[in-house]
């Protein structure tokens, strides 16, 4: 059984530069959901895919902060110009569609941990 | 605003103790509503999730929640912990509309001392 996959786990960057981070879902889940954890709270979203189309963006993805989902399998997240206070944990996860009245459960992957000196 | 709220923030137990963590929410429409939790080092996984139907949903590891509408609460119990709850839970609440994304609470991080 295949989770869902992350890469890289960890991330060290210098402020200025940017980071790409890669998600690999569960087979065969058509959509595709990033959250950014920091110390002491819960996940908080940030963008979701349904195949390749990116559907939903929260207002805490900048400019600096861009997603895509070219083929519908896989996703990319990238920061651009990262900041101090873009260290996190970056988490994805994956569904599939469960119905028209309800939430889809959602699996999710390990995270990878930016930090920005 | 949609929010969840969970009130206890840490919480030590003695094994065999009863576990009961607090959570409510503040959504408008039809909700569904989850427990996630996450052991040390590792990822978050589904404890149990509401959809509809009976309010009370047995979970994995003999852990269940209740929803109770009236409250705008899904508690999370458990009548005997053992050393290996240890680990942060996590209270979510999602809707009926297309978008999927979940709102989740804070947390709360359970030590139970052997």
């Known amino acids: 059984d295949t989770g869902v996959s992350q890469d890289p786990r960890h991330k060290i960057t210098k402020r200025g530069q940017n980071v790409t981070f890669r998600c690999d879902p569960i087979?065969?889940?058509?959509?595709l959901y990033w959250y950014r954890q920091t110390l002491g709270q819960g996940p908080e979203f940030l963008t979701y895919f349904q195949n390749e189309a990116q559907l939903e963006k929260s207002r805490l993805l900048s400019d600096r902060f861009s997603a895509e989902r070219p083929k519908g399998s896989f996703s990319t997240l990238e920061i651009q110009r990262t900041e101090q206070g873009d260290s996190a944990m970056y988490l994805c996860?994956?569904?599939?569609?469960?119905?028209?009245?309800?939430?889809?459960?959602?699996?999710f992957g390990p995270g990878t941990r930016l930090t920005v000196l | 605003a949609q929010s969840v709220s969970q009130h206890n923030h840490h919480v030590i137990l003695s094994e065999a103790a009863s576990l009961e963590l607090g959570c409510n929410y503040s959504y408008g429409g039809t909700v569904n509503l989850f427990w996630y939790v996450q052991y040390p080092g590792q990822h978050l996984q589904l404890l149990l999730k509401?959809?509809?139907?009976?309010?009370l949903v047995k979970g994995i590891k003999g852990f269940e929640a209740e929803f109770i509408k009236s409250k705008f609460s899904f508690n999370l119990r458990k009548p005997s912990v053992q050393w290996s709850d240890t680990a942060e839970y996590f209270c979510a609440v999602g809707g009926s509309s297309n978008t999927g994304k979940l709102i989740f609470g804070q947390g709360t991080t359970l030590q139970v001392k052997p």
């Open positions: 509401y959809f509809s139907g009976d309010p």
């Open positions: 087979s065969e889940h058509n959509r």
């Open positions: 996860a994956s569904s599939v569609r469960e119905g028209l009245l309800s939430t889809d459960t959602q699996y």
